[in-house]
């Protein structure tokens, strides 16, 4: 009797100790430290919590949901809530952010420039490197390379499927138990894609050293290439010459390679494929195209060089569209370091996610009337003017931003201009077929098709 009295008492004790601490913590999902307002109110006046699938938050919500599944959950929790929001799990309190307001805010706080969670899954392959392509910022040929160049993509391609796999069980997210039971398949991705890394460093300073002795009677020494700003160097060369004046090391360099050849080549392609699927769906605005082509680009592209391709004003309305519908990072993090507050009111605890979901960001009807519709002519500057700046963000802002945006935007345009100069563009796909996948970059089941016919 005694002791059951004393085991009552303890029970209750300790109910009673769990619903104080649930004020500061949502103890069933592990103990997230809870958001909080500035000016004490429930934080559901600046933005809903969402509900999670089991008592335990938000924990569970995308375990054993597949890679379309959690890519639709998404899309359908932000049509739910309408504005950016937060959820609890594991540990973890998460703002997500699907207006354009609070973006600006984040992205251009000083204090929020440490990247989330979904980086530091990739860490393993990227180490440091910015972030955390392309032939032209390495200075290497990659044709020669074809065979080892389609592993490494198939390489990035099952990381990114271990890290969907970790991203939606939060067991995996503590990096020790990842270690312990998730890690295994790992270790020969990763060895494949530094590998691919290694061997172009490698070659790079063969024909660096080459150039260079080749330059000699014209240049005095290495140190006066460096700094003769008139000679153009590839990325991978300036990086040699960091290595040389011991301002960077051999694995510094790796990390800075495998994030250009990460950041640079699926991003671009996959606004490339969108691209040339939108253009082969609109064949109205694929004629505007080409009209504007033919008359400022020569049939053999003689006069092909950034002025010429500037005068393209559809064409660039057309490929800013694309982005918007299909950006080529559809999601982007950070973590908070200390106690934050956010220009909102809310105040987020340190060792908070801030998730910006630039999907949704850029269908928001708050910014975008018919937000599904392919309308390239938004982009007008007449159409543009009342719009938030930070409604459309595909290279992100603010101090992180993407440094290869302008290349990107360069590259994509060129490749579309030489495509449309020689082929009109068909459908073989159906939009509404289009299951897309989460991953690092935006992926879909189905593969995107077109049909090229030659002009006559
Ligand atoms: C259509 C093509 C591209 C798109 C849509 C794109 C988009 C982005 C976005 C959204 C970010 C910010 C990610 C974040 O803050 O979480 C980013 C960062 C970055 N991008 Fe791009 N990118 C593209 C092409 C490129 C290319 C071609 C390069 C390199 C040649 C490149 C290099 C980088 C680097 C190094 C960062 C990291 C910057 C930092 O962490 O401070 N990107 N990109």
Known sequence: ?????????????LIFWLYRLNKEYYVLAFFAKRVKTKDGRPVEYIAPIADGRTIFGNSFDLIGRNEAEVFSDMRNRTKKMCRSYIEYAMGTSIFCIIDADNLEAVLNDQNLIT???????????LHTGLLTSTETAMGIKLDDMAAKGDRYRQSFSMIEKIFIRRFSNPIYWSDT?????????DKRFLRDVHEFSSEIIAKRRILLAQEIKERGSSQEADDDIYINKKQRFAMLDTLIFAEKDGLIDHAGICEEVDTLMFEGFDT??????FGLMN????QDKQELCYQEISEHIADDFSNLDLNQVSKLKYLECFVKETMRLFPSVPIMSRKTLKETELANGLILPPGAQIVMHIFDVHRNPKYWSSPEEFQPERFFPENSRDRHTYAYVPFSAGQ???????????EMK??????LKKFIVLPLVDPKDIVFHTGITLRCKNDIRVKLVRRS
Do not use: D, H, W
């Open 1 to 13: 009797m005694g002791l059951g009295l004393l085991l009552l008492i303890a029970l209750g004790t």
């Open 115 to 125: 990247k989330g969670m979904v980086y530091e899954f990739l860490q393993p392959a």
């Open 177 to 185: 138990l990842y270690e312990l039971f998730g890690s295994m398949e």
């Open 268 to 273: 671009t392609s996959i606004g490339l494929i």
């Open 279 to 282: 253009m082969s769906l609109y």
């Open 400 to 410: 992180r931003n993407c440094i290869g945006q302008k290349f990107a935007l360069l």
């Open 414 to 419: 060129t490749l579309l201009i030489v495509i």
